[in-house]
């Protein structure tokens, strides 16, 4: 076992102490009887000393004849308030098999000479040396075996061990708890007490310690093995998790831990001591498991991721995170329904406890609800994925992580965002990742000395800029000379790229606007730049009007202009 398993267990150990001394619940002889009305009414089986015995012989015999169900008809019989209720079916049941093997060994029971009465004083089998085994009335009316009978019966069965047993029958003792039929077998020194325990007992524990952590070692081995082998056909599952092939390490410690659960069980250890290692070990052995489950969330999240990524859909690279997520929501709550079941914690009451706030509780769930439902719509509506760039509002940024409850989106600023996907039932979201492509329109200006016959050259080596490209849009654009500006000639440049994000568009931009300024140097065509030029009009020479053109020759110079552009 590692040192940081070692230490773990220890810590369930501590922790299972503790749990122990705070959820034992301490049995008080003073006890408040309830009005005769409320009382609930007394079993006919347990309603005289004769029913008592009679349903207790019944019982056990059934259960050797192949009933173990009969079991829970022999605890009724048995006053075990003085027992820990996180023990009391575990000891009830040894301290039943004791107590009939008691019966067995001083005389059989004749029926007919127990009382059949329903008060009066307790009924008395036999006394010992170590106390007495009889049947007393409680206060609810029922016959039982009383306390201070279980209490002894530990103490009666060693006085009693070296004698045969009086009732014909019972050569085959195969339904004998195993400890009664090892005790048998064992000679005196071994069953003498040493601080607290019997000598076989404490030989026992050590030898089930031992199979335990041999048990956790094979199963560490021969899972580690199975997954090398199983990630040798999913390599990716190891690239995404760090530790792949250790994620079964916490089943061999589950494994140990239901070891040491059946050993101290066949061990029949006094109260005390089955107490604190039966809270430890079960503590252990359900937290080992539910650890085991978690870990294996993350083996299947990171195939799943691997298929998704693998697909042109984005949706399921939504999918998956979700599912991981819900899958260790729903580990969490089931682990700990199993860690109370298996503590005797009475999850029922707990539940119906919450009840009491169901009120408080459905107005604090109605924001949880619309998140949910927020996200199915997302997820739906494909409004969005991992990865695109939104605006929703006045947040604007890409998408992170989408989760049940909300959104994390990364602003430019590089701050993160979290927003709760309710507000998306209504929200305007513009997704421009969503965009198949991506427009540029501009105006470039060149200088009013540029030739018409340049300008026409330049515009068509923009357009054969457009149509050489590999991520511009060749079906549609426009290039033209299209403006006379305050202080240039602007050509329109209106084009789309078809990138698949905004860092792939700025590095094409920037590709095409480069082209453009070696095109433009290479055919003497100058850019641009805001200027004004001031005319001074000297007023001694102005002008005539007979020095401007005819409307007839301003039509036939038009007319010669369009001719030449029609005839190239």
């Not at 150990?13 to 705070?22: E, F, M, R, Y």
């Not at 089955?274 to 070990?281: I, K, N, Q, S, W």
């Not at 539910?290 to 691997?306: G, K, M, N």
Request: include cysteine; glycine fraction near 6%; hydrophobic fraction near 45%.
């Amino acid at each position: 076992m590692r040192p940081n398993t070692r230490i773990l267990a220890l810590f369930f150990l501590v922790l299972a102490l503790i749990t122990g001394g705070s959820l034992a619940v301490a049995s008080s002889d003073e006890t408040v009887s309830p009005p005769e009305a409320d009382k609930p009414p007394v079993p006919e089986s347990l309603q005289s000393p004769r029913a008592t015995a009679g349903s207790f012989l019944h019982a056990m015999n059934d259960i050797k004849r192949g009933k173990p169900e009969r079991i829970e008809d022999a605890l009724q019989t048995l006053d075990l308030s003085g027992v820990n209720p996180l023990v009391r079916r575990e000891r009830g049941t040894d301290l039943a098999w004791m107590l009939l093997e008691i019966m067995d060994k001083t005389r059989p029971v004749v029926l007919q000479r127990v009382p059949d009465r329903k008060e009066g004083k307790p009924w008395v089998f036999e006394r010992y040396a170590s106390g007495e085994v009889r049947i007393s009335r409680l206060d609810d009316g029922r016959w039982l075996f009383d306390k201070e009978t279980m209490e002894a019966v530990p103490a009666i069965l060693e006085e009693v061990a070296g004698r045969e047993s009086k009732v014909r029958g019972l050569e085959n003792t195969r339904w004998l708890p195993l400890h009664i039929r090892i005790s048998r077998q064992l000679p005196d020194w071994m069953r003498d007490r040493g601080l607290i325990l019997q000598n076989w007992q404490w030989l026992g524990l050590l030898l089930i310690i031992a199979v335990g952590v041999v048990v956790d070692k094979l199963v560490q081995g021969l899972a580690r093995l199975v997954m090398k082998r199983w990630l040798k056909h999913f390599p990716s599952v190891t690239q995404r998790i760090d530790d792949a092939d250790q994620r079964l390490r916490p089943l061999g410690l589950a494994l140990m831990a239901f070891v040491w659960w059946l050993g101290i069980l066949v061990l029949g250890l006094p109260e005390a001591v089955l107490l604190v290692l039966l809270v430890a070990v079960k503590l252990l052995a359900s937290i080992a498991a539910v650890w085991t489950a978690w870990r294996l969330v993350d083996v299947i999240s990171a195939l799943l991721a691997e298929k998704a990524a693998a697909t042109d859909n984005r949706v399921d690279d939504v999918l998956v995170p979700m599912v991981s997520r819900t899958l260790k929501i729903f580990i969490a709550v089931g682990g700990i329904i199993f860690v109370a079941d298996n503590l005797n914690i009475d999850v029922t009451g707990l539940l119906a406890g919450l009840g009491l706030g169901g009120l408080a509780f459905a107005l604090a769930a109605k924001d949880l609800v619309q998140n949910f439902f927020g996200s199915l719509t997302v997820l739906m509506d494909r409004t969005f994925t991992v990865g695109d760039w939104i605006i929703v509002d006045d947040i604007e940024g890409s998408v992170e992580e989408m989760g049940f409850r909300s959104t994390r989106i990364r602003t430019f600023y590089n701050s993160l965002v979290t927003v709760p996907n309710s507000r998306f039932i209504t929200a305007d979201v513009d997704n421009m990742g969503a965009r198949r492509y991506r427009r540029y329109k501009q105006k470039f200006g060149v200088t009013y000395d540029t030739p018409p016959e340049k300008i026409e050259a330049f515009c068509e080596g923009l357009r054969e800029i457009v149509r050489q490209h590999p991520y511009m849009r060749k079906d549609y654009f426009q290039i033209w000379l299209n403006d006379l500006g305050a202080s240039a000639l602007e050509i329109l440049i209106y084009v789309f790229w078809q990138t698949p994000d905004w860092t792939t568009e700025l590095r094409e931009r920037q590709r095409f606007l480069l082209d453009a300024i070696r095109l433009a140097d290479a055919l003497g065509v100058a850019f641009a730049f805001p200027t004004q030029t001031i005319h001074l009009q000297s007023d001694e020479n102005p002008g005539k009007p007979g020095d401007a053109p005819s409307l007839e020759e301003a039509r036939a110079l038009a007319r010669r202009i369009t001719e030449r552009e029609s005839r190239t």
